[in-house]
T-cell receptor, first 112, second 119 residues
Framework: SQQGEEDPQALSIQEGENATMNCSYK?????LQWYRQNSGRGLVHLIL?????REKHSGRLRVTLDTSKKSSSLLITASRAADTASYFC????????????FGTGTLLAVQP | EAGVAQSPRYKIIEKRQSVAFWCNPI?????LYWYQQILGQGPKLLIQ????????DSQLPKDRFSAERLKGVDSTLKIQPAKLEDSAVYLC?????????????????FGPGTRLTVL
């Protein structure tokens, strides 16, 4: 399977703490994306990092990409209860189709 | 900006029945995707359209699933006949472009999904 795998499968932290999730994948990619899914807002795109980038920031989010290790991490700083959700990495393969393969997800619970 | 619209939101059918889902993407988005998300798993791509042409349907179970995107705008996904293992959330997504040359890459915008239960 080409599906990426997130680690850990589940994470519980207190509000204000940082949360780190990792993603590993198997083959060369065009880019890697992180998505968040909760019951209120569905599946939402968070951030995209291209294969020639090593780090990217967006607000409280920081994403790193190590193509030599075929891995990525998502850091959420100063977490809030509203960050409670499932987080998925998705890797884009192929040329023109740029097909997305989603990982298995990390369930993050932020306790108030 | 209006998001991706899907209907119905919920559907319960018995096995061997047929069902259809509808999706209207964000205006101007050339690429449309259908995903299947089984409980506890990530979304799995079923089919990808570029305008009204299919660019990837390698994971679509073609003996029972079909999809079309007439006129390159809205799309329907059909299951006939349904099996118990088809119980899942069916997500529709759209993006401006599918290739890497587009501005912003190919981040996808998802609809709320249709939760299908097959009894």
């Amino acid at each position: 399977s080409q599906q990426g795998e997130e680690d850990p499968q589940a994470l519980s932290i207190q509000e204000g703490e940082n949360a780190t999730m990792n993603c590993s994948y198997k083959t060369s990619i065009n880019n890697l994306q992180w998505y968040r899914q909760n019951s209120g807002r569905g599946l939402v795109h968070l951030i995209l990092i291209r294969s020639n980038e090593r780090e990217k920031h967006s607000g409280r989010l920081r994403v790193t990409l190590d193509t030599s290790k075929k891995s990525s991490s998502l850091l959420i700083t100063a977490s809030r209860a509203a960050d409670t959700a499932s987080y998925f990495c998705a890797t884009a393969y192929g040329g023109a189709t740029n097909k997305l393969i989603f990982g298995t997800g990390t369930l993050l619970a932020v306790q108030p | 900006e209006a998001g991706v619209a899907q209907s119905p939101r919920y559907k319960i059918i018995e096995k061997r029945q047929s069902v259809a889902f509808w999706c209207n993407p964000i205006s101007g988005h050339a690429t449309l995707y259908w995903y299947q998300q089984i409980l506890g798993q990530g979304p799995k791509l079923l089919i990808q359209f570029q305008n009204n042409g299919v660019v990837d349907d390698s994971q679509l179970p073609k003996d029972r699933f079909s999809a079309e995107r007439l006129k390159g705008v809205d799309s329907t996904l059909k299951i006939q006949p349904a099996k118990l293992e088809d119980s899942a959330v069916y997500l529709c997504a759209s993006s401006l472009v599918s290739g890497t040359s587009g501005r912003g890459g190919n981040e996808q915008f998802f609809g709320p999904g249709t939760r299908l239960t097959v009894l």
